[in-house]
């Protein structure tokens, strides 16, 4: 046995890495085990980054539930550790009659969601908020409360104050069976066997999988689903300062052109059917449908230069809700098919779990005093590392990043695994000219500190 | 404590120490302007030179033949002799109208204040992301730029078998950084009918028995952790895969002008690059622009040129 837990969380997407925090703070002695080299490797690698007011979701479900949990938790918990959140509210827009005949149905719905601020807007009103909106939109909703986030801080954030506060993430360890005997759990690992009294499975892509290694069988089938996005030139930003969802339809909740945290306009996510549980991969032609999809929506937009395009993967299933399931038996909780709503629901799905925890017959004592860790700032509104003199220079000029910046994301209690999650935490690269002027200098001040490397050797003549 | 704010005032202000904005500082000193400060956001002062290891640079301007790095030393030698102040490790963050300029620097934040400021921050290539290229993100895509920087000043390599995209003048400057570091390129695919620049691209792939195959089509680029291949549409019509490790997107220059987009100042909508008069100067006249900011791209001697061209300018109106 490598160690012994008495919860062991499977996957550190969004959602373990926030029931990891949720445990570890109750006083549970954590383990997180992802099969990476790093957190967000799978559905929480690429998503809008908006916390959910819950507005839309579906009534009365687990779903909903967790939504504004997670939202009322995050803003409880934003501050201290120094998550930036943009309360920028969404503009649910209607480009036809037909769209706007809808708002009657989606304020019910916002009503019994418990989220009673929405307001109609005229068209007049609309332009006042969003003076470069396209002139051919008829009226809107304004959702107040919807705000976006860092979506890769916040998760970090979650693990850093699970492991701070006694808990452990194991890397590279692939789980690929258990066994129960006893009370106790035994899990296969890539890195050797660990041992818990509880396990609470969150691996979300691959959810069905790790359930099916150990049980023989899933009660759910993971259905990929991609959606694709183009992020433009930060000099768009001035465009921009609500979210703008369009009006839903039966089968998707559609385009939304939004702002991220870090100053940059997004157009998308698609949503496509696929096998694959780990290819994100776009596609030239769906990225320029997005692209005029957004132009017609926001006119300023033609003509501006796309900074980056990438895609995100669902972890959707054959049935639209959460597929929660709860193994009293054997004290297993599987958090399935956290498919669109992952990054809000997460703080509430773990409050949640620990409750079903407790019904297990879990008892822990809470941390006293627990650490908070503070988080580097990386949204574009608040102060950057590199506005604090003593750094050695800018490595990354396209989005400001220092060295110091780069040398902490790679020590600390979750270091840096790979150069994707050093993206995550500094943004290197992921600017305007995407590793042009800096990757050369990265290449330098990574080589064999990381899982992977931007060099695959030496030059010679 | 110590007080985190550089202010400064100064004549001219340089921003971006490459061929033009060191050429103009050269000339404005030369031609008795007091304080002529560059301001650039690298480490060493030099602009793209610096990471372009081959000849032919400086035949104008130091009348004899030096590959870029020694061309971009000998510039920046040449500035400081001639008494011009040159700041590396300075990123200018915004121009605000009249000449005055926020700055960042590792000693902390400012202003600079200057009575005529010249952008002159070069260009870059379009990378994959921009070109809206099919397929996944993996390790082993990028630009000319990218490499040289990394084979000349870091003496790593990217890739070993890179598929190159592009026939332009900086396509041959990949072939030969590849020659130099070991790379050995599997193919070159050109969308048109012929290279963008026929001679010496044909010449540089033959000596390094590369394939070029003009008519071809990027599709997409797949592979897991690194790039394992791409899949291209070749002048048949046929579609089939070719395995790389890498793909080298060259050229399709882009001016590095989002100082200009973010600013008061009127741009080109698609280009970026700020909109000048015949005489240089930008809509709010403290501004002058030069060198490949404006004309993607030109060679080193031509923005070193136009950087004096722009001193001149700057002189006569003085002068007036
Ligand atoms: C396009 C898109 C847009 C979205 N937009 C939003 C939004 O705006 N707001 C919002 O709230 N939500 C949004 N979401 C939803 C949100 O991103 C997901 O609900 C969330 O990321 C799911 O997280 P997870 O932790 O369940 O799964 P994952 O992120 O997939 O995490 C599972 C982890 O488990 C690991 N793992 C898998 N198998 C094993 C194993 N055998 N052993 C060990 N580890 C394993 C994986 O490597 C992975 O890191 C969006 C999603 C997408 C794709
Ligand atoms: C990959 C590549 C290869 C090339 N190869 C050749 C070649 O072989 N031969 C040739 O003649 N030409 C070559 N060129 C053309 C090259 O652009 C010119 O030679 C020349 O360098 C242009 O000079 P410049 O002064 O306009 O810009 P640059 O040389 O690009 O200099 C711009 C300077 O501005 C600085 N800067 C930018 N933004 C800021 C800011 N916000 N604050 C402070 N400083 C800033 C940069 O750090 C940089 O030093 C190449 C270009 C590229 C992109």
């Known amino acids: 046995m490598i160690a012994q837990a008495d919860v062991v969380v499977i996957g550190g997407g969004v959602v373990g890495c926030a029931v990891a925090r949720k445990m570890a703070l109750e006083g549970a002695k954590v383990i997180l085990l992802e099969k990476g080299a790093d957190i967000l490797e799978g559905a929480s690698k690429g998503n809008s980054a908006i916390l959910h007011t819950g507005f839309d979701a579906p009534v009365d479900t687990l779903e909903q539930e967790c939504v504004a949990l997670g939202y009322a938790k995050y803003h409880a918990i934003h501050k201290d550790m120094h998550l930036p959140v943009k309360k920028t509210g969404a503009i649910l827009a209607a480009w036809s009659e037909e769209e706007e005949a809808k708002f009657t149905g989606i304020l019910e719905k916002a009503n019994l969601n418990g989220v009673k601020d929405l307001r109609m807007l005229s068209r007049k009103e609309v332009l006042n908020i969003e003076p470069a909106l396209g002139n051919s939109l008829v009226s809107a909703l304004l959702v107040p409360g919807e705000s976006i986030i860092d979506p890769w801080s916040s998760p970090l954030a979650y693990l850093k104050q699970a492991v701070e506060n006694g808990g452990q993430a194991i890397f590279n360890a692939q789980v690929t069976g258990g066994e129960f005997a006893n009370g106790e759990w035994v899990l296969q690992t890539s890195q050797g066997k660990v041992g818990a009294r509880y396990v609470v499975n969150c691996a979300g892509l691959y959810g069905d999988i790790v359930d099916a290694a150990v049980f023989g069988e899933a009660d759910f089938t993971i259905k990929p689903r991609k959606g694709q996005f183009v992020v433009f030139d930060k000099s768009a930003g001035s465009l921009l300062t609500t979210i703008i969802l369009p009006v839903p339809t039966e089968r998707t909740k559609g385009i939304v052109l939004f702002p991220t945290i870090f100053g940059n306009v997004v157009v998308g996510p698609t949503a496509e059917e696929q096998e694959s549980r780990n290819k994100a991969f776009v596609d030239r032609d769906v990225l320029q449908s997005l692209i005029k999809q957004a132009e017609y929506k926001l006119p300023g937009l033609s003509g501006m230069p796309v900074t980056s395009t990438f895609a995100g993967i669902r972890p959707a299933t054959e049935k639209s809700p959460y597929r929660i399931r709860k193994r009293a038996e054997c004290n297993w909780l599987t958090l399935g098919g956290i498919r669109s709503t992952g990054l809000t629901a997460a703080l509430g799905l773990a409050e949640k779990s620990f409750e079903w925890l407790l019904e297990f017959g879990a008892s822990f004592k809470a941390v006293q005093a627990p650490i908070i860790p503070v988080m580097p700032n990386l949204a574009e509104h608040l102060p950057r590392d590199y506005t604090k003199p003593g750094y050695d220079e800018i490595v990354c000029h396209c989005e400001m990043v220092t060295d110091r910046e780069i040398k902490e994301a790679m020590s600390g209690s979750v270091p840096a695994g790979n150069l994707g999650g050093l993206k995550r935490r500094t943004r290197v690269t992921m600017g305007r000219c995407q590793g042009f002027y800096c990757s050369a200098r990265l290449a330098e001040l990574t080589k064999g500190k990381l899982e992977d490397s931007l060099e695959v050797g030496v030059a010679h003549d | ?320």
């Open chain 2, 1 to 320: 404590m110590t007080k985190d704010v550089l202010d400064m005032t100064c004549d001219v202000a340089i921003v971006g120490g490459g061929p033009a904005g060191l050429g103009a500082a050269v000339a404005l000193k030369q031609a008795g302007v007091a304080n002529v400060t560059v301001l650039d956001r690298e480490s060493e002062p030099g602009g793209v030179p610096r990471h372009c290891g081959h000849p032919p640079f400086g035949i104008v301007e130091f009348k004899r033949i030096c590959s870029g790095p020694v061309y971009a030393r000998r510039l920046v030698q040449k500035a400081r002799e001639e008494g011009v102040k040159i700041l590396s490790r300075t990123t200018v963050l915004a121009l605000h109208p009249g000449g005055e300029l926020s700055i960042a620097s590792p000693q902390g934040q400012g202003t600079v204040t200057a009575s005529k400021v010249v952008l002159a921050t070069g260009v870059r290539e379009t990378p994959r992301a921009a070109r809206l290229v099919s397929g996944g993100r993996m390790h082993g895509i990028c630009t000319t730029g990218a490499l040289q920087s990394m084979v000349y000043l870091k003496n790593l390599i990217p890739f070993r078998k890179p598929v190159i995209i592009g026939s332009e003048i900086v396509s041959f400057s990949a072939l030969l950084t590849c020659r130099r570091a070991g790379i050995k390129p599997v193919a070159m695919l050109e969308e048109n009918a012929s290279p963008s620049v026929v001679w010496p691209v044909k010449y540089a792939a033959a000596l390094l028995g590369v394939r070029l195959q003009c008519e071809c089509q990027l599709l997409s680029i797949y592979g897991n952790e690194r790039v394992e291949g791409v899949q291209i549409r070749d002048r048949f019509g046929v579609v089939r895969d070719l395995e790389c490790d890498g793909v080298l997107f060259t050229g399709a220059f882009t001016p590095e002008a989002s100082l200009v987009r973010m600013s008061h100042l009127q741009s080109n909508k698609t280009s970026g690059s700020p909109v000048i008069d015949e005489t240089g100067h930008c809509s709010d006249s403290a501004y002058l622009a030069a060198g490949n900011l404006l004309s993607p791209a030109n060679v080193a001697m031509k923005c070193w040129a136009d950087g004096r061209r722009i001193a001149r300018s700057i002189c006569s109106e003085i002068a007036a």
